[in-house]
RNA sequence: GAGCCGGUAGCUCAGUCGGUAGAGCAUCUGCCUUUUAAGCAGAGGGUCCCGGGUUCGAGUCCCGGCCGGCUCACCA
């Protein structure tokens, strides 16, 4: 028998005593009258006497996080909402059965409900001098160790919840990404966008470059795509009218993993009717100006070290980018620093890059010169037409469209561009694709020809944007990997684990 | 997909040159009416990730696999 089957019987033994004693082992309510971090906020600065005229009495719920028994009295912890407030147990201030509970049959771990009187112990601390106590439910297994908490980092992950009891500072990223998004959803809201829900299973997938995940639907018979992006769906709502539209949800690529990528992410698009992308430049400024006021009551702050600050974004084309950041000693050649005429010429293009077109090229050259230089937030605009097929192309450089990207902390964060909407030039466009698709480039948009339809009817001139939630929510909380910002990140299936049987043979 | 690193008690970790498997917390028993990483005395608990191999002998060395992390590639 190993210890943990120990444990579990140990446990299962104790929870039975529990119910002999008159409690539920699995209560079905409680009464609070404060939830811990309420009666911290309440009664934290009161002093002894205060708190000794006042008796307050209070009912407080919790986890059991720690235990003292000592003889004829004791104290515990109890743990909510991130807080913990203490209770003391003393054998003459209680119903027998309480004691009883209390001195033998309590479990880290167990959710206790206790009401008592508020007091400060001789040490000073904020404790409940408990008068009864409510038995709410009953740990079976070991909680993680007190003092060095949860640090496997698969048992984080695979088992978020003991993470989340371990670890305070888990919770504390989650509320942050928590009021990440409230903050986002109340400006948009505030700016007389509607959020709304499009298809997650696509018949056709688009708004993006990225390998898709395939699914089946029975009844129709028909394959179905998990959403790449939901771009092409926001923008036929534009056409319908919705001027000023929004979705905050969750994109799927069939694609690597790594501390920037889960093939599940959340994504904000939003579509700005009669707006083009210089006006979403000011817009994504004070969104995000805005988003780090609301989440970590300030714009300046530190990521892996380096301080950044979203009040101040600076603006740079892409093109500049590259020769801003061209650097002698990253390149095989001894080039000089290039000069925008040259970042114009294919053949210069052709001899620092492997990519197929010039657009790519130059796309290519910008990400490896310049990208992983962009650690304060900065926007960098104006992008080749090659990559960009859903993007307005700029009046005069017809090569290249009216498009930006937002760089924080190393990472592209956000993508944003005057929409295409002339239908002849997007079935161009999707010509474009096709012929790199039969090129064998997998990640080639498809034609879609009902989009094409919605943007026969008219699609207003409009400018929309996509920013990744997940990636803010690192950059806020000063997370080194995504799956630390995803509360349940892909990992690879356990096999069984026994656990059915083992609870089975307790009953027997 | 490639390279590097890791997997030992429920948790956090030691384990020397290949020679009987260790500590703290947690658990169990006893004592203890203001403790707080409570304390004191005692006890139990191991598929050393899995499978092969080398060896008189493997947690330790070799090979294969599984799971995870990091870096790179792809991407957002």
């Keep these: 028998m190993s210890l943990e089957d120990d444990i579990l019987g140990q446990r299962f033994a104790s929870a039975r005593a529990v119910e002999t004693l008159g409690f539920r082992p699995y209560g079905h309510r409680f009464d609070f009258t404060h939830t811990i971090p309420d009666a911290l906020e309440r009664y934290g600065s009161a002093s002894a006497e205060q708190l000794e005229a006042e008796r307050a009495e209070v009912r407080i719920g919790g986890r059991v996080q720690t235990i003292r028994r000592m003889g004829k009295a004791g104290f515990a912890h109890l743990a909510q909402g991130g807080e913990r407030l203490q209770i003391y147990v003393r054998k003459e201030s209680v119903r027998p059965e309480d004691f009883e509970l209390f001195k033998n049959l309590l479990d880290i771990g167990d ?4 009401e008592g009187y508020l007091f400060r112990t001789k040490t000073g601390e904020l404790s409940v001098h408990a008068s009864r106590l409510d038995f709410l439910a009953k740990s079976l297994l070991n909680m993680p160790e007190k003092w060095h908490g949860l640090e496997d980092v698969e048992t984080r992950y695979r088992q978020r919840y003991l993470d989340l009891i371990a670890n305070p500072d888990v919770r504390r990223v989650f509320v942050t990404r928590s ?4 903050s986002l959803r109340r400006q948009l809201e505030e700016r007389g966008f509607i959020e709304v829900e499009t298809p997650m299973m696509q ?3 688009g708004g993006a470059a990225a390998r898709p995940f395939v699914t089946h639907h029975n009844a129709l018979d028909v394959d179905l795509y998990l959403r790449i992006a939901p771009e ?7 056409v319908g009218g919705l001027d000023r539209v929004y979705e905050i949800n969750r994109n799927f690529r069939n694609e690597g993993i790594s501390t920037r990528h889960n093939p599940e992410f959340t994504m904000l698009e939003f579509y700005q009717a009669y707006a083009d992308y210089r006006v979403l430049m000011d817009f994504s400024c004070e969104l995000l100006r805005r988003t780090a006021l609301d989440a970590v009551g300030a714009t300046r702050l530190t990521y892996q070290g380096r301080e950044i600050d979203f009040a101040a974004i600076r603006r740079l084309s892409l093109r500049e980018a590259v020769i801003e950041f061209w650097r002698r000693d990253e390149r095989p050649t001894s080039d000089e620093r290039p000069r925008l005429e040259d970042l114009a010429d294919p053949d210069w293009l052709k001899r620092h890059s492997g990519a197929a077109g010039s657009g790519a090229a130059l796309v290519e050259i910008f990400e490896r010169i310049a990208e992983p230089h962009l650690f304060d937030p900065i926007i960098i605009y104006d992008y080749p037409l090659e990559t960009s097929p859903l993007s307005k192309s700029k009046p005069d450089e017809p090569d290249f469209v009216e498009r930006f990207e937002i760089y924080a902390g190393g990472m592209e964060i956000a993508n944003a561009y005057t929409e295409l909407n002339d239908p002849q030039e997007q079935r161009r466009r999707f010509e474009m694709q096709r012929k790199l698709r039969e090129g064998g480039d997998q990640e080639a948009h498809q ?3 009902d989009y094409l339809r919605a943007m026969c009817y008219g699609l ?3 400018g929309g944007e996509g920013i990744g939630i997940d990636r803010l929510a690192m950059l806020f909380t000063d997370s080194k990997s995504i799956r630390d910002v995803i509360l349940f990140p892909l990992l690879r299936p356990e096999g069984p684990l026994g656990l059915a049987d083992r609870l089975k043979a307790l009953e027997e």
Excluded: H, Q
């Design 447 to 449: 034609m879609d020809e």
């Design 460 to 462: 207003p001139p409009t």
């Design 111 to 114: 959710i206790l409900g206790v």
């Design 179 to 182: 009021r990440i998004v409230a």
């Design 203 to 205: 018949p056709m997938y």
């Design 232 to 238: 092409l769906y926001l923008k036929r709502l534009v």
